[in-house]
T-cell receptor, first 113, second 114 residues
Framework: QKEVEQDPGPLSVPEGAIVSLNCTYSNSAFQYFMWYRQYSRKGPELLMYTYSSGNKEDGRFTAQVDKSSKYISLFIRDSQPSDSATYLCAMSGERDNFNKFYFGSGTKLNVKP | DAGITQSPRYKITETGRQVTLMCHQTWSHSYMFWYRQDLGHGLRLIYYSAAADITDKGEVPDGYVVSRSKTENFPLTLESATRSQTSVYFC?????????????FGSGTQLSVL
């Protein structure tokens, strides 16, 4: 079983839709949760960063962490064609192993004009 | 500009040749990482470094060598390139401490080994 599971998609939505991207994980020791956006032929760009459980909002983006269910989500409101990219979840924070990051395989999102 | 830069952006080489990928960061981050990204495997850690002169293996270190003589540079060398090392390579860095558990990535080097 992978440490982090993420549906690869692709996910295709019309412009203006609300997008929900999700990851599940198996290691209850994770404390830090990140979402990265990766455009084609570019490096991953940090989008959202959350410590422990709860919600964090930044503009059209909301990140949710539910540690009891080992489930994290990224919501994109009023999606735009410029949001078309691959979204990677990542997590870290194992005791004595802070430098190890676990990545999902990425969900490819296509927002149609 | 501050940030993390990788060079070259694209590289084509032949099997058996030595290749060095460069990574430079201007944030004075303690930690630096090398990942490779392949379809079906996602991001896999090759090597990482906690500080100058301190390096450690990641998940897939075989065939790679790293060094870190200066905090800002972390080159990755393929000693004798093989076709299985055809991939996109990303360098990343992060600061020290629990408040800095965020990786920042470079733009990547696309390497083709023929």
């Amino acid at each position: 079983q992978k440490e982090v599971e993420q549906d690869p998609g692709p996910l295709s939505v019309p412009e203006g839709a609300i997008v929900s991207l999700n990851c599940t994980y198996s290691n209850s020791a994770f404390q830090y949760f990140m979402w990265y956006r990766q455009y084609s032929r570019k490096g991953p760009e940090l989008l959202m960063y959350t410590y422990s459980s709860g919600n964090k909002e930044d503009g059209r983006f909301t990140a949710q962490v539910d540690k009891s269910s080992k489930y994290i989500s990224l919501f994109i409101r009023d999606s735009q064609p410029s949001d078309s990219a691959t979204y990677l979840c990542a997590m870290s924070g194992e005791r004595d192993n802070f430098n190890k990051f676990y990545f999902g395989s990425g969900t490819k999102l296509n927002v149609k004009p | 500009d501050a940030g993390i830069t990788q060079s070259p952006r694209y590289k084509i080489t032949e099997t058996g040749r030595q290749v060095t990928l460069m990574c430079h960061q201007t944030w004075s981050h303690s930690y630096m990482f090398w990942y490779r990204q392949d379809l079906g495997h996602g991001l896999r850690l090759i090597y990482y470094s906690a500080a100058a002169d301190i390096t450690d293996k990641g998940e897939v270190p075989d065939g790679y060598v790293v060094s870190r003589s200066k905090t800002e540079n972390f080159p990755l060398t393929l000693e004798s390139a093989t076709r299985s090392q055809t991939s996109v390579y990303f360098c990343a860095s992060k600061g020290q401490g629990a408040a800095n558990e965020k990786l920042f990535f470079g733009s990547g080097t696309q390497l083709s080994v023929l």
